[in-house]
Nanobody, 124 residues
């Protein structure tokens, strides 16, 4: 089993920045895809970014591309999401997830483990 705990959310003004962190415990996730998803009120959960082991290729949703950077530190069992130029539409609960199987990195149904989420609120 893998436990994931996110942190770093908060209230920020439009144009501001945040860095989210997610620490994994229970077993190593160094060989697994780690990703971020988000869910805004009244909307379905959506893919934000994913980073496979080694990180040679990064995946981003079009809505955050150019404004977000996903990274991971496997020695610390941690994945990060740096977000800049935040917009009110970025307001959501952000979830960290780990995928142990093959398949699309942007499909939430393929992710086995999820954190409890951290709230990001961007004020206009």
């Amino acid at each position: 089993q893998v436990q994931l705990v996110e942190s770093g959310g908060g209230l920020v003004q439009a144009g501001g920045a945040l860095r989210l962190s997610c620490v994994a415990s229970g077993r190593t996730v160094a060989s697994n895809v780690m990703a971020w998803f988000r869910q805004a009120p009244g909307k379905e959960r959506e893919f934000v970014a994913a980073m496979p082991p080694g990180g040679s290729v990064l995946y981003y949703a079009d809505s955050v591309k150019g404004r977000s950077t996903i990274s991971r530190d496997d020695a610390k069992h941690t994945v990060y999401l740096q977000m800049v130029s935040l917009k009110p539409e970025d307001t959501a609960v952000y979830y960290c997830a780990v995928k142990t199987e093959s398949g699309s990195n942007s499909s939430d149904s393929l992710y086995n483990y999820w954190g409890q989420g951290t709230q990001v609120t961007v004020s206009s």
